[in-house]
């Protein structure tokens, strides 16, 4: 039985370099792809590839139509593994050391599908005629933004007439204390490019009169920002709205201070967006940040250059209700107004999604006409979670993105329960990314309880 060692069906799973942003890994992607294809046909899934122009979607299912209908979504694609040098051990080649299992894509996204399936066929194999109609989302373009998964959805949406979408693809701050994930924020990505001299020029022999393209980019990132730490455009928090209470009384129970917090980052000081701690603004606040900036001569010693070109790269994360639209519309306006006459400047918006929440059945403010399955899936997750980790889990926002969540709310009409396994130990994107095997242990036999209390008599 395939899952009768899920660390090792892990390892495996991870063994394929699975990089969706450099094509030069297009083998790891296939490998990945045919693996998770081969773990779902042996639950019993019938597995569908469907071409996008990058990376294949998997779509699979099993079930009864008349059964209720859960989707479950993952990605088998990864980050890059880069710095190499970083690693204790190779990216690809999954190592366990004490009790994690070390490799790119090990938290991110391979180690939480490893623990659904596994569950999934434990309940399987004590009934394998289990009520529960399930479909299989597994994308190969989240870490590149999923560009083909709204089109995907636009035409596959008939399939996907179910009551909820189950995922684990968000994270927990420690091993003992899960987070169901109430809301992920939105995210809009422009690149701006500064062009000056139509080449570079001689610092002495034409500095003056030339305004360098690098003091054009600095004075305008410098103006997206005011010195209370609130992005500087205007209407940017024009439809931002304010935290439930709840929300704010479930953060108290996070077993962190923002002390730990700093400490963690490990930088000399915090400045979170006005009315904000530095714990409730990476949840509740949208930001602007600066990603990487360039430009001019970037090596040893010194040159005296005007240079031709600079550029930013910017990403805005968005709290609801912001839409990634305007908030692309309202940022790229204030670049072009702030760029000075004498250099041109050209944004483009590489890429978004809108921020995603779901009100917890029965907290205040939730609608009471949430599907059947939902209501029961958010009870069903409490229970095992305080069954399996010995502790309740806390309902939290997330900083992070997932963009194609709010896609399946606003396409598919289908809400999520996010139930969060990495932890911030676990290295996401970063060299010596690995998955916590206790964790994975206790997952797996809460997901147990979920799958079978989803399937069980109404
Ligand atoms: N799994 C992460 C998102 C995440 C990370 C959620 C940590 C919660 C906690 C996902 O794979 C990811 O990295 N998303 C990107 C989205 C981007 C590439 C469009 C992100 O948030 O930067
Ligand atoms: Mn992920």
Known sequence: MAFD????????????????????????M???????????????????????????ILLATRGDPSWPHLVVYGHYDVQPADPLDLWTSPPFEPEVRGDRLYGRGAADNKGPQIVHMTALARVLQRNPELPLRIT???????????????????????????????????????PEQIVITTGLRGLVALEARFKGPAMDLHSGVHGGPVFNPLRAVSEVCASLHDEEGNVAVPGFY????????????????????????????????????SGYNSLESVRFGPTLEFNGIGGGYQGEGSKTVIPSEAFVKITCRLVPN??????????????????????????????????YVVIPPGKPGSSGEESPLLKRAFSAAEQAIAQSFGSSPIFMREGGSIPIIGDLKEIA???????????????????DESFHLGIMEKATTAFESIFEDLAGPT
Not at 9 to 22: N, Q
Request: charged letters at 25%; glycine letters at 8%; aromatic letters at 8%.
């Open 322 to 355: 912001q839409k990634e639209g305007v908030i692309a519309s309202l940022v790229k306006a204030a670049i072009e107004e702030r760029c000075p006459p004498e250099v041109s400047v050209e944004v483009s918006v590489t890429g978004g999604g809108d921020p």
């Open 136 to 174: 299989y989302l597994i994308e190969g373009e989240e870490e590149v933004g999923s560009p083909s998964f709204k089109g995907f959805l636009e035409r596959y949406k008939d399939r996907l007439d179910a009551e909820m979408v189950l995922v684990s693809d968000t994270g927990s701050p420690n």
């Open 413 to 431: 009409g289908l809400d999520s329960l996010l139930i969060g396994l990495f932890t911030p130990a676990d290295n996401l994107h970063a060299p």
């Open 30 to 56: 296939t490998g990945a792809r045919h693996y998770v294809t081969s773990l779902l046909r042996e639950l019993g899934f019938s597995v569908e590839t469907i071409e996008t122009p990058m990376h294949p």
């Open 238 to 273: 024009d439809e931002v709205s304010v935290p439930a209470d709840w929300e704010r009384d479930e953060l108290l129970k996070m077993p962190q201070t923002e002390e730990e917090y700093l400490g963690f980052i490990g930088a000399p000081g915090f400045k979170p967006s």
């Open 5 to 28: 060692d899920p660390v090792a069906e892990l390892s495996a799973y991870a063994s394929h370099p699975s990089v969706s942003a450099d094509s030069s890994f297009a083998q790891g």
